[in-house]
């Protein structure tokens, strides 16, 4: 897990390396790589806004936005999804969905849990570079974020 | 003859009634007169006896009343001259005078005395006469006349006897009827002779006439006789009324027999009838005057007392001679009243039996015993003649031969006289030799004196109905032949259930032999179950039939079988069912078939739904599949992809020409493998995906398919021909992937022709729509069209046409779970045509 010193603004849900590598360096283009913390599951992902388990007393506020894998070990995306929305100090974090799976089921499931996005993954990497850095810029840079439910 | 011929007078028959109504009121008449007589006779007769006994008790009145008063008359004049005698001044005076003493004084006293008697009661005079005869007083003294022998005698009488005698009326020598009393003065002392004698002198005419000849009532002829009987004859003693001088002076013998006086003489009393002294009939009442030899007989003339009665009888004769005349009059009147009305009625009867027989509808005709026909016109058209070419022909001429003689013979009752009328059908020959069939009424006329005149027919033509009673005759045996040949049971009952006809079939099902009769016999015991029963009969009631109603059923050995049962009821003219008729069919085998079949669905539905369930699983299983497919054969792609192009860009200055294809290659190939991986997953979700089957607006579905291919079509010259298509019943999402994948193949494989065409059609026929993409592209060889829906099979290198060989399994796949067929017709080099039928939408374009 990345830890940089300042405020991590993007939490990446994602189990498989190779995701997480080509991500960083889609946002590394436009110097978001080193606001990114990098969950390796869905409960990791879950304690890191908790701030529990492993980030219990982690310093530092809310991300900017989550973005989520749905296909993960232990708790997939969609639990992760449905966990945030029924926590009134989560719930109205911005998550997106960033997935692999175009299956119908998963997108209605995933809408109907008040998701913000969701962005199926193009298997060309030009496509994924720019899906990815759009999503970057939006969320961390023009997306207003919502207020803390919760003080520090 | 024609319609000149004169119709008979319905003589006979009216003619009689008529006259015997005539003499019935004549004889009422004679009747009614002779008891008019008879009664006036009567009442006549009984006044007659009323006024007879009115006059006898007249009569028998005034006989009695003077009977009476002529004895109180003579019983006064006897007590007088008792008084007389008996008298002791009278006599000491005549004593004193006869002795001379105080003679003057004496004869005065005496005088005085006798003067005093002959005033008050009206003697004509009073002689006081000395013993031996000699007249020493007379009072009045005028009265001078010599004593008559009579007297002398009845003087010598008295004065030896000592008692008063009187004479009888007499008719002294002076011609006059006088009645003497001599009353002896008697002595003073007993036993000595009478002293003197007194003679009393009455005269008859003075009172006692008058007084009988006085009649207390009106009447000409009513007169008083006053008889005595001398002798062998009969006086009459006082004046007669109709007689002058008769009295004393008229006798009659007393053995005259109808003389009323007479009979009082011989001692009849009460009413007697005879003829008095003028010969005159009289009534008479005879009454003895008493203590007397006298009768009192009062009489009227007989014809006084029958005069009224007469002329009463003429009266009443005249009077009922009046009535009986009157009531002759008057029944005459009435007679020719009658006549007249009669005359009248009969002309009108003739008028209206001439009318009605001319103008019938019905066919009518007079025939003559021997035959003669004489039609009418409606009789005439039914045979096809005129009138006049009608006449002259006899009945026979008009009838079959062969029918003559049995007509004839219901003819002979009518002449023999035995029958009145008589109806038959007849068959009768047209003029154009056809014949028809007729209802026939005659009736047969006789004249006055019974003989026949004419037979009045009419005639009713039945052809028409008798043929149609041929053919409901004949569709009836036709129906029999049916019923009887059925199968199954039919049957027509009454609702107290007696059987009315079934066919044999009916007792076979029943386990009978078909030869069986059971009509009027009540229907076997049926029900297997008495509640099925209520359910058939209620029916029937409620619905007036009963369709297909599966019952089991009871044969007559008891077993039990399955019936179809068929019945309506047949209702009469009120509504309420009068019979009940159906079908019953033994079921049995069949329903055991049925029964098999039911099974047997079951049995293959179970079977079904295990193999669906099987089928479920392996689903879930290959959906699982899939979702791993999609999830983890994209994400090595994408780091293929991505790591690759990172691996190019690091070494951009370094990597050759060469290399630098490679690298493209892997990240072309990896891009093709995305795409085959998402074309699979695609026609793994078509095979899965849940339908919604609703009618689709096919024409906006194909412009939505298009859109995706107006990039290409704006760089090409396309001929596109769209044509309007129906609407068809299909899932909207999935058939547009349809129409996607075959419009983009038609682009697709037409990229080699110029021009362009592609032509997009549908036909509807049966309730099914074929659509139609055609276009003038590469075509195929039809020797692989079997191979054109088969998941990545490729007829085309695929350098030349880009695809994965998915499309057309997925459109196969689709139009299939539409419960459609797709095909392809095609020519290598010359174009292909894609077909795929649909179910057609419920409303049509």
Redesign the interface.
């Known amino acids: 897990v990345s830890n940089p010193s300042h405020l991590p603004e993007i939490l990446l849900a994602e189990d498989?390396p190779?995701?997480v590598e080509?991500t960083l360096?889609a946002l590394a283009a436009h110097n978001l790589a080193n606001r990114v913390t990098v969950a390796r599951d869905g409960v990791e992902a879950v304690e890191y806004l908790r701030r529990a388990g492993a980030f219990a007393g982690r310093e530092g506020g809310d991300p900017a936005v989550l973005l989520l894998d749905?296909?993960m070990p232990r708790m997939d995306g969609i639990e992760v999804l449905r966990e945030i929305r029924g926590d009134p100090t989560l719930s109205r974090l911005p998550v997106v969905i960033l997935?692999?799976?175009?299956?119908?089921q998963d997108i209605i499931t995933a809408y109907d849990l008040g998701v913000n996005a969701y962005v199926v993954?193009?298997?060309?990497?030009?496509s994924?570079m720019r899906a990815v850095e759009s999503l970057g810029v939006f969320w961390a840079l023009i997306n207003e974020r919502p207020p803390r439910t919760r003080a520090d | 003859m024609g319609d000149s011929r004169v119709i008979e007078r319905p003589s006979g028959r009216e003619t009689d009634r008529h006259r015997r109504g005539q003499w019935l009121l004549f004889a009422g008449f004679v009747v009614l007169a002779a008891l008019i007589t008879l009664l006036a006779y009567l009442a006549w007769r009984q006044q007659a006896q009323a006024m007879t006994e009115q006059a006898e008790r007249s009569l028998n009145a005034v006989a009695q009343l003077k009977a009476t008063r002529i004895a109180a008359w003579a019983e006064e004049r006897r007590g007088d001259a008792e008084l007389m005698s008996h008298d002791a001044l009278l006599s000491a005076a005549i004593g004193d005078l006869l002795a001379g003493r105080d003679a003057a004084a004496s004869a005065g006293r005496i005088r005085s005395s006798l003067a005093q008697i002959q005033r008050s009661y009206r003697y004509v005079d009073v002689i006081l006469v000395a013993p031996g005869g000699r007249p020493l007083i007379r009072v009045p003294a005028s009265a001078t006349h010599p004593l008559g022998p009579e007297v002398r005698g009845m003087i010598a009488e008295a004065e030896t006897t000592g008692e008063v005698v009187s004479s009888d009326i007499y008719l002294a020598i002076d011609g006059v009827a006088r009645l003497e009393l001599v009353a002896p003065v008697l002595a003073q002392r007993p036993g000595d002779p009478p002293v003197a004698s007194v003679v009393l002198h009455a005269d008859p005419k003075r009172f006692l006439y008058p007084f009988i000849q006085d009649w207390p009532l009106p009447s000409d002829s009513g007169e008083t006789l006053l008889v005595e009987r001398r002798g062998d004859r009969v006086v009459y003693l006082n004046e007669l009324r109709h007689r002058k001088g008769t009295a004393l002076k008229l006798s009659a013998p007393a053995s005259e027999e109808s003389l009323p006086a007479a009979m009082a003489a011989r001692g009849r009393s009460g009413i007697v009838e005879g003829e008095d002294y003028r010969g005159v009939p009289v009534m008479a009442a005879i009454a003895p005057v008493p203590a007397t030899d006298w009768f009192v007989v009062a009489k009227v003339d007989t014809s006084e007392v029958l005069d009224p009665i007469r002329r009463r009888g003429w009266m009443t004769a005249g009077f009922t001679l009046l009535v009986v005349a009157l009531g002759a009059v008057g029944s005459l009147l009435l007679w020719r009243l009658r006549e007249r009305q009669v005359d009248a009625e009969l002309v009108a009867s003739e008028q209206t039996f001439r009318y009605v027989f001319d103008s019938a509808l019905l066919g009518m005709s007079m025939t003559s015993p021997d035959g003669e026909v004489h039609a009418n016109a409606a009789f005439c058209s039914m045979l096809g003649y005129s009138t006049s070419e009608i006449a002259h022909k006899r009945w026979q001429d008009l009838t079959p031969p062969e029918d003559v003689s049995e007509i004839q013979t219901q003819l002979d009752p009518l002449l023999e006289g035995v029958a009145d009328s008589a109806r038959f059908l007849k068959r009768y020959v047209r003029k154009d030799g056809g014949q028809i069939w007729t209802d026939v009424s005659t009736r047969l006329r006789r004249d006055a004196e019974g003989r026949p005149l004419y037979f009045l027919t009419a005639v009713l033509d039945i052809t028409q109905r008798k043929r149609a009673e041929d053919e409901l005759r004949a569709g009836e045996a036709k129906f029999r032949e049916v019923v009887e040949s059925l199968e199954e049971g039919y049957y027509s009952v009454t609702v107290d259930g007696v059987l009315l006809d079934h066919n044999p079939a009916y007792c076979r099902v029943l386990g009978m032999d078909g030869h069986t009769d059971l009509r009027g016999q009540r229907t076997p015991d049926f029900w297997w179950r008495e509640d099925d029963r209520g359910i058939y009969v209620r029916r029937l009631q409620e619905e007036g039939r009963v369709r297909d109603y599966l019952v089991d059923a009871k044969r007559i050995d008891g077993a039990r079988l399955a019936v179809l049962l068929n019945a309506h009821a047949v209702r009469g003219d009120d509504g309420a069912i009068e019979r009940v008729e159906g079908t019953v069919l033994d079921f049995t085998a069949r329903k055991a078939a049925e029964d098999e079949v039911v099974r047997l669905n079951a049995e293959l539905e179970q079977r079904v739904a295990d193999r669906t369930a099987e089928l479920d699983g392996a689903n879930k299983e290959l959906e699982a599949f899939a979702y791993s497919v999609s999830h983890d054969l994209r994400a090595p792609l994408r780091h293929i992809s991505g790591f690759s192009t990172l691996l190019a860009d690091r070494t951009t200055k370094g990597l050759d020409e060469k290399s630098l294809h490679y690298v493209d290659v892997i990240t072309r190939s990896v891009n093709e493998m995305g795409v085959l991986i998402d074309d699979l997953l695609q026609f793994s979700r078509t095979g899965r995906a849940e339908l919604n089957i609703e009618p689709v607006d096919m024409d906006v579905v194909i412009q939505e398919a298009l859109a995706p291919l107006r990039h290409e079509m704006a760089s090409r010259e396309l001929d596109w021909s769209i044509e309007p298509v129906p609407q068809a019943n299909a899932d909207r999402a999935l058939i547009r992937q349809v129409w996607a994948n075959l419009l983009s193949n038609a682009v697709k494989y037409t990229r080699p022709a110029t021009p362009t065409r592609i032509k997009v059609s549908a036909r509807e026929t049966d309730g099914v729509v074929v659509y139609s993409v055609a276009d003038n592209g590469v075509g195929f060889d039809m020797q692989y069209a079997h191979k054109l829906f088969g998941v990545f099979q490729r007829l085309h290198d695929a350098s030349e046409f880009e695809g994965t060989g998915i499309g057309l399994a997925n459109v196969h796949r689709i139009v299939t779970r539409l419960h459609g067929r797709v095909w392809a017709e095609g020519e290598l080099g010359k174009g292909a045509t894609f077909s795929f039928s649909l179910p057609a939408a419920q409303e049509t374009k």
């Not at chain 1, 997935?99 to 119908?104: F, I």
């Not at chain 1, 993954?121 to 030009?126: A, G, I, N, R, S």
């Open positions: 498989n190779n995701d080509l360096e749905i296909k997935t692999s799976s175009k299956e119908e993954k193009p298997v060309d990497f030009e994924f």
